[in-house]
């Protein structure tokens, strides 16, 4: 799969989540809320949204490489977390075979920002 249709992938694997999530995080996620009975899957789609948001929410430095990378490794791991979500409760061969996929690139970018930062300063 191209790089730059991940992004995609992840956005369209938390969309389910994406409703749930302003009842959570009112200011940052205004307009997203779902009303009724969450299932697991809808649960754990809201707290991996939660938990990138809140993990994205970097203080500008003024050095845009670092701040990037700062804010990209949460960004990367809620799509990890949103593919075990998929991983877990999903049931498309074609979706699972995506989310895994996600799973092992974003895992490898995450790695390559780590390393990009200890050679650089943090």
């Given at each position: 799969?191209?790089?730059?249709?991940?992004p995609?992938?992840?956005f369209?694997?938390?969309?389910?989540?994406?409703?749930?999530?302003?009842?959570?995080?009112p200011?940052?996620?205004?307009?997203?809320?779902?009303?009724?009975?969450?299932?697991?899957?809808?649960?754990?789609?809201?707290?991996?949204?939660?938990?990138?948001?809140?993990?994205?929410?970097?203080?500008?430095?003024?050095?845009?490489?670092?701040?990037?990378?700062?804010?990209?490794?949460?960004?990367?791991?809620?799509?990890?977390?949103?593919?075990?979500?998929?991983?877990?409760?999903?049931?498309?061969?074609?979706?699972?075979?995506?989310?895994?996929?996600?799973?092992?690139?974003?895992?490898?970018?995450?790695?390559?920002?780590?390393?990009?930062?200890?050679?650089?300063?943090?």
């Amino acid at each position: 799969m191209p790089m730059r249709l991940i992004p995609l992938a992840a956005f369209l694997l938390a969309a389910p989540s994406l409703a749930l999530a302003q009842d959570a995080q009112p200011d940052a996620m205004k307009g997203m809320a779902m009303k009724g009975a969450a299932s697991p899957a809808d649960k754990a789609f809201t707290d991996s949204m939660q938990t990138m948001m809140k993990n994205m929410m970097v203080k500008p430095t003024g050095r845009p490489d670092r701040d990037f990378v700062l804010m990209m490794m949460p960004h990367h791991q809620g799509a990890i977390d949103m593919a075990k979500v998929e991983l877990q409760y999903g049931k498309d061969p074609q979706l699972l075979k995506l989310a895994a996929d996600i799973v092992a690139a974003q895992e490898k970018e995450i790695a390559e920002m780590k390393d990009w930062l200890a050679r650089n300063g943090q």
